[in-house]
């Protein structure tokens, strides 16, 4: 479901419009980095926002359920409950603002990844979501940590922290050079590639263009993103 514009109680002086963006933003409720799919309020005459929520932020449902923890009911709340820091059970980072919790259990998940898609293909190319993978993980070298996507051929496997690190990393690195919002997904990418060209990141390219570009933009909270070419690039150049 997609409006033009919504109300939402986070942000409850002004209304939140669609828009869509490919440079990375801060979802204002989950803390989390989003890109594409956004609702924005950039402020009105008077007052100036900088204010945005992911899709799956800005449409919350009040409760869902997740294939990976079928005895779990999650509610969605504004912030964590109790004073302790809580984890996200998806991708092991702290959860700070939005999100799905299992009150019998204490599951935590971030919006965007309880609603992480199961099967991600584009065609030719088919990358699966498991809670658990037996191999390592192409960025890291690490198993276990968190959810990971894995290709069908089983080669290639991408914890989704692993995915959303990369990104956050490299853009906060680069945006500090830089004045404003003006830096595109592309600098980013072409960053990290250019600064870390030996070693383990380097087999992240080896990994098929389209299937790199649909996790990238899943874990960021918009599978539908186009962030088409970038990646592709890439490893072009090997
Ligand atoms: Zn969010
Ligand atoms: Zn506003
Ligand atoms: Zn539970
Ligand atoms: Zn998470
Ligand atoms: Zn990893």
Known sequence: MKYAEISHFSHSQHNLKFDYTEKPFKCDGCNEVGIGSRYRCSGDGYQSCDFD??????????SITHPFYKKCSFQFLARPPGNERRY???????????????????????????????????GETKLFLYRKVSSSCHRCGRKG?????????????????????????????????????????????????????????????EIAGMAMQFVISAVLGDPTALIAGVVGSLISRG
């Not at 929520?53 to 009040?62: D, E, N, T, V, Y």
């Not at 069908?152 to 914890?159: A, I, R």
């Open 88 to 122: 996200c059970n998806a991708c092991e980072k702290d959860v700070s603002g939005f999100v799905y919790h299992c009150k019998a259990c204490g599951f935590d998940l971030h919006p965007c990844c309880a609603m992480l898609p199961m099967v991600l293909d584009d």
């Open 145 to 205: 940590r968190s959810w990971s996507y894995r290709s069908s051929c089983k080669k290639y496997n991408l914890h989704v922290a692993c995915v959303r690190e990369m990104l956050v990393e490299n853009w906060r690195d680069l945006y500090k050079g830089h004045n404003g919002k003006s830096l595109t997904l592309k600098n980013t990418l072409e960053h990290h590639h250019r600064s870390s060209s030996k070693g383990k990141v380097q087999k992240c390219c």
């Open 53 to 62: 929520l992911h899709a799956h932020c800005a449409l919350p449902s009040a």
